[in-house]
């Protein structure tokens, strides 16, 4: 994103899903690995505030260029997976989001 406060990024999973895990790359260049501190893993039905309501499933906290977070969320259901980073102004730039969630839809072909 841009320079934003309390940047986000959202998913739609197209039907409510049981999120077993989010996992996210963090950028491999060595400048700015940080920005990603503090980002928020959530996950629920609500798209209001641009979901950065629904339940928190997790925090990532490694930083580290190239890093790999998965943050469990044992189960939280929702429609919806939103990363956030709350109260500060940032950019937020996420590399690589995976979600793990049973009861996916495969994919055609």
């Not at 930083?63 to 109260?87: A, F």
């Not at 969630?101 to 072909?109: D, F, H």
Request: charged share 20%; hydrophobic share 30%; glycine share 12%.
């Amino acid at each position: 994103t841009q320079l934003d406060t309390e940047p986000w990024w959202t998913v739609d999973l197209g039907s409510r899903q049981s999120v077993s895990a989010v996992i996210v790359k963090n950028r491999e260049d060595e400048c700015c690995g940080e920005r990603i501190r503090g980002a928020q893993i959530r996950v629920g039905d609500s798209l209001i505030d641009h979901g950065k309501n629904n339940p928190i499933c997790g925090t990532v906290t490694d930083t580290r260029p190239g890093s790999v977070s998965t943050i469990c969320c044992n189960g939280l259901e929702g429609r919806y997976v939103t990363i956030v980073i709350p109260g500060r102004a940032e950019y937020l730039t996420l590399c690589e989001v995976e979600v793990i969630a049973q009861g996916c839809i495969p994919p055609p072909g």
